[in-house]
Every structure is written in structure tokens, then in C-alpha cells.
């Protein structure tokens, strides 16, 4: 019913905000409006007066949308993005929690230099390129992934493993930090700037960069960020292919990899895995591998969360070795070209 009524509702950011304010009451309400600048007290107080009669159903629609983000937004502080999925997908489903991510992550981004998704790679490039790895780093950081695989590629080598370190070391940038780079900038580019510490970069957001980058360019950047800082590569590097991506594989790179796994590893692995992941494994097996490990699951009980991760982890880590040596192909979002 509450999602019913927001689809005829048809309200606007704004006017949910003020929804969500009216519902609040006087005193709490009061409270909101201490942490809002003055314009953005005048907004909302001019949406309040505008927004006239909600039925029951559309504040509830208000609200549980409203409780959905704010629910995300922490989950995804406190733990991080991939255990917020999780989270998320327990509590809502995982289409909810997908959607829930991706509007956070819009929200999030849509602050400084929100302009640059909006403009071409090149032309990105030529403002940026003379910059100091820091400030591109900076700047790329509210990019989309592709574009800003795009500017890395074209990077002076040098350059290009010194920005791919800076973002990945990046966690939080503060407004001041961000007003210097605007102000160098600022004759080539117009932006809003929010007044709130913004979450940008980090391993995540360069993993699926690097996800985007051509497989000569990965090759390089991680030998040189490798001699540089290994662990800081190898966690890139983790969260480039998990165990979930082995959807995306072809069945003739499951066979290949599937037939270096240990038994138990399998068994283990499977254990947390969905049906689909599952079925592909059962799919590329032989039928009597596939009926010992349907077995070996049945009777293997209690357990741990961090046995299973482990397992799992032990066959990522051999599909990427032997797709470093050609023996098998993953499939990326960048510009490889396969050929059959």
C-alpha cells in the first residue's frame, strides 16, 4: 500500500523532506532545523507551507522510504558497502537493496564536482593532466568508474599509478580541502559545494575502476603499485572479482577452474552460495563429482562464516591465476574484446 501511494503521490526530494518534517512534529522538527544552513531552512520551510494534505497511506510512504535510506546510509558507515548489501538484502529483499544502494550512492556523489559525470573523459583530461596526482585523484573521486578509467588510461605513467594510489587511499575529504581545489579550478569548472564531509574514493571505488581500465593498463599499474605497497594492490585486487562474479563467467572457465578446486573447498564454498551461483557449479560438473558434493553439503552442518569466506577466497584467488595465465577468461566491464 505504501509503495502504491508514493507512485500516485509523485513527490519531489523536497517535498518529501518536508513530509518527512511535518510527520516529525514541532519539537523534533526543531531539532532538524538546527543542523540546516539558512537557505536550506528557507526551502524547506517554503515546501512545508506548500505541501498542504497527506493521506495516512502517502506519509507512511514518506516515512518507510525515508527509514530505508537513513537505514543504508549508516549500515553502509558502519560496515562498509558490501556488508551493508548484506544487511540490507536480509531485511528488504535483494531489488530493495540494490535500489536503496544505488539512490545512496547518487545522493552521496551529487555534491562537488557533480558537473564531471556530465562531461567528456577528454575533456576532463585536459583540464586535469598538468594537475598534481592529488587534486585528479580529488576530482576523480565523484567521477563514474568509466570515465575515470578513461582519464587514468591516458595519464602519463608516472602519474597514473600516483592518482590510482591516491584514490585508493582516500577515505574522507574535508570541505576546506575540497574549496582549494575549486578554487584553482574554478575559472574551468562550476560546482555547488556541500558543507558535509563527503565519503569519496577509497578500495572499493578504485576496484571497480580498475574494473573499467584495459587489461594492458591493469597489468602495468598493479606491478608498479605491487613494488610500491603489496598489500595495498592485493586489496585492490580482492575487491575486483569476488566469489558472486563467477556468474559472469563462461562454462568453459567454470570447468577449467572448477577442476583445480579441493573437494572440501567446494563443499565449503557452496554452503553460503545462492541457487544460481550453485546451479552453475552443479551445471559444469561431472554428474558424479556433482552427486558427492550434493552429498558432502547434506551432511556438512554447523559451519563457520569465516570457514566458507576462506574457501571462497581460496577459489577466487585460483581463478586469478589462472586467468593470469591465460587459461581462462573474466569477463570486464572495461574495453577487452573477447573473441570465441
Do not use: W
Not at 523532506?17 to 543542523?35: C, P
Not at 540490507?88 to 545522493?107: H, V
Not at 575529504?173 to 575559472?187: G, Q, R, W
Not at 541457487?275 to 558427492?292: K, P, Y
Amino acid at each position: 500500500m505504501a509503495e502504491e501511494a508514493m507512485a500516485e503521490l509523485g513527490l519531489t526530494l523536497e517535498q518529501k523532506a518536508a513530509a518527512v518534517v511535518v510527520s516529525m512534529g514541532v519539537d523534533q522538527a526543531s531539532e532538524i532545523y538546527k543542523f540546516l544552513t539558512e537557505e536550506e531552512i528557507e526551502n524547506l520551510t517554503v515546501e512545508v507551507a506548500k505541501l498542504g494534505h497527506l493521506t495516512a497511506e502517502q506519509t507512511t510512504a514518506v516515512l518507510d522510504e525515508f527509514y530505508k535510506m537513513c537505514l543504508t546510509q549508516k549500515v553502509v558507515t558502519d560496515g562498509g558497502i558490501e556488508y551493508a548489501r548484506t544487511v540490507l538484502e536480509k531485511a528488504f529483499g535483494e531489488s530493495t537493496a540494490s535500489k536503496l544502494l544505488e539512490r545512496l550512492n547518487r545522493f552521496m556523489k551529487a555534491s562537488p564536482f557533480d558537473f564531471i559525470r556530465k562531461t567528456d573523459s577528454k575533456n576532463i583530461l585536459s583540464v586535469l593532466q598538468h594537475e598534481r596526482p592529488q587534486t585528479i585523484a580529488l576530482v576523480l573521486s565523484y567521477a563514474d568508474a568509466s570515465q575515470t578509467a578513461e582519464v587514468i588510461e591516458e595519464l602519463p605513467k608516472e602519474k597514473r599509478i600516483q592518482v590510482v594510489e591516491s584514490i585508493a587511499r582516500m577515505d574522507r575529504a574535508s570541505p576546506d580541502a575540497i574549496k582549494v581545489v575549486e578554487a584553482e579550478l574554478k575559472k574551468r569548472f562550476a560546482n555547488i559545494l556541500t558543507t558535509d564531509y563527503t565519503t569519496i574514493g577509497g578500495i572499493d571505488f578504485i576496484a571497480e575502476v580498475m574494473n573499467n581500465i584495459d587489461r594492458s593498463n591493469e597489468k602495468y599499474i598493479f606491478e608498479e603499485l605491487g613494488r610500491e605497497d603489496a598489500q595495498l594492490a592485493e586489496d585492490i585486487r580482492k575487491k575486483m572479482f569476488v566469489f558472486e562474479d563467477i556468474l559472469t563467467m563462461d562454462d568453459r572457465s567454470v570447468q577449467r577452474f572448477i577442476r583445480d578446486c579441493d573437494m572440501r573447498d567446494l563443499v565449503y564454498a557452496l554452503k553460503n552460495a545462492n541457487e544460481d551461483l550453485a546451479n552453475l557449479f552443479f551445471a559444469n560438473m561431472s554428474t558424479r563429482m556433482a552427486e558427492s558434493v550434493r552429498s558432502d553439503l547434506e551432511i556438512t552442518v554447523n559451519v563457520r562464516l569465516k570457514d566458507v569466506e576462506e574457501a571462497q577466497q581460496r577459489i577466487v584467488n585460483q581463478i586469478r591465476q589462472l586467468e593470469e595465465a591465460g587459461e581462462i577468461v573474466i569477463a570486464k566491464s572495461g574495453k577487452d574484446d573477447i573473441i570465441a
